[in-house]
């Protein structure tokens, strides 16, 4: 059944049936996970994987996340490890990527993994993307459904809002976490190369890790310097001069006025992550040429959230 939309689609048997059928001809398409919503092609179609990158306008040196169903069907493709089966059993699927070795005889594309020697695979937790992974033939290249650098979209319309009716969308609802997933890389000492919701306090109690701020090469999807922009210059840890600019703030002690936009009254970090780039968008929409953002706690799901405003900020 179609939305008002004519490209948006709810998911329902037929629809299941025709994206199935859209990606095995190459195809690409707006879907939901629980993160942000991805621009998904198969993985081993260099057509599909050729489109995401040209549609995205996404630099090629940037590779793309591959989704999975479960751990039996990345065996061809990646080397498992015992540090990936002891995070897999504990936290998938879920909002974890996972950087490894890739295997020889592996059919993603090469351009998929920007020609690395490396994949970065991740198991969804969003019952449409996982229903169409299960009926699928073939993993799914599927980094954030919006133009390059841009904001990422958490819902069909802010796909939508970047693609038009280029695309098929399929409306999963909003996404529930609203920023993209951790990366590990389990490919030597495990690193976190990109925080995510996962506190790495509980990701420290299986494993020994630590947050890489920098990398000298890309191994991981969005660690770009400039990413996750509204295109409103941003400024971080300050407060406006006047209600002319927009002022992101974080608890319940904040003021209530016209420019002030709350990542959670409640002062929950998990609340703010969801809310974070929907506020950003609103904030654009409304026409705003300046934002302010209130010091964010640095802890748990806030290290994801400040990693975000610093990139969008650079």
């Known amino acids: 059944m179609k939305s008002y939309y004519s490209n948006i689609y709810s998911f ?11 990606l095995s001809k190459g195809k690409v398409v707006g879907l939901p996970t629980e993160t942000v919503y991805g621009l998904a092609g198969n993985a ?3 057509i599909a994987v050729q489109k995401i990158y040209k549609m995205k306008k996404r630099p090629k040196k940037n590779p793309l996340i591959i989704h999975y169903y ?14 990936f089966v002891k995070l897999y059993k504990k936290f ?5 990527t996972f950087i490894l070795k890739k295997n020889k005889k592996s059919k993603v594309v090469s351009t998929a993994s920007a020609k690395l020697t490396t994949i970065a695979v991740r198991f969804p937790n969003h019952k449409i993307v996982r229903s169409i992974l299960k009926n699928s033939k ?12 841009r904001l990422s979209p958490v819902n069909a319309l802010d796909v939508f809002e970047d693609f038009g009716n280029k695309i098929l969308i399929i409306n999963g609802g909003k996404s529930k976490i609203g920023i993209e997933s951790t990366v590990i890389d389990l490919t030597g000492k495990p690193k976190i190369l990109r925080p995510g919701v996962l506190d790495s306090k509980d990701l420290k109690k299986i494993l020994k890790i630590r947050l890489i701020k920098k990398s000298k090469s ?9 990413h996750y922009s509204p295109g409103i210059p941003i400024f971080l840890n300050k407060n406006p001069k006047n209600d002319n600019h927009a002022h992101i703030v974080f608890g319940n002690k904040a003021k209530r006025k016209k420019n002030i936009f709350n990542l959670s009254k409640n002062s929950n970090l998990n609340e703010a992550a969801s809310n974070l780039y929907k506020i950003l968008r609103n904030i654009k929409n409304k026409g705003y040429k300046k934002i302010y953002v209130s010091k964010i706690p640095n802890k748990g799901p806030g290290i994801a959230i400040n990693d975000r405003l610093q990139r969008a900020a650079n």
């Open 12 to 22: 329902n048997k037929r629809t299941l049936k025709k994206t199935v059928n859209y």
């Open 44 to 46: 081993y179609s260099r």
């Open 70 to 83: 479960n751990a039996n069907s990345i065996k061809e493709d990646v080397i498992i490890n015992k540090n």
């Open 92 to 96: 998938c699927p879920g909002p974890l």
């Open 138 to 149: 073939f993993p799914l290249a599927m980094p954030s459904a919006n133009i390059s650098k």
């Open 218 to 226: 890309i191994r991981s999807p969005g660690t770009l310097g400039k």
